[in-house]
């Protein structure tokens, strides 16, 4: 059974920092595409980074040069650092493989911005 567990949200200034973890049993995430979404209010969840088996990175155009998506094999987790943080990056964020499984998804980490 494969369980994702996201934590490391919170409240945070706009301009900020915040460092998302999630980690993963039943799951081995570097033989999988993985990637981080988020769901703001009223709108529908989408992905925001992802990172293959092979460590390419790939970012949404709205996160990119301010969220870095990495992994650590050996504890089987994976990181969203995010910088600058926006007012329009409050969301619940996600961890899943891409495309996200349905079966996979977690609580979610709520992140905040504020001014």
């Known amino acids: 059974q494969v369980q994702l567990v996201e934590s490391g949200g919170g409240l945070v200034q706009a301009g900020g920092s915040l460092r998302l973890s999630c980690a993963g049993s039943?799951?081995?995430?570097?033989?999988?595409?993985m990637g981080w979404y988020r769901q703001a209010p009223g709108k529908q969840r989408e992905l925001v980074a992802s990172?293959?088996?092979?460590?390419?990175?790939n970012y949404a155009d709205s996160v990119k040069g301010r969220f870095t998506i990495s992994r650590d094999n050996a504890q089987n987790t994976m990181y969203l650092q995010m910088n600058s943080l926006k007012l329009e990056d409050t969301a619940v964020y996600y961890c899943n493989r891409v495309p996200g499984s349905r079966s996979y998804w977690g609580q979610g980490t709520q992140v905040t911005v504020s001014s």
């Open positions: 039943g799951i081995i995430f570097s033989f999988n595409v």
């Open positions: 990172i293959i088996a092979g460590g390419r990175t």
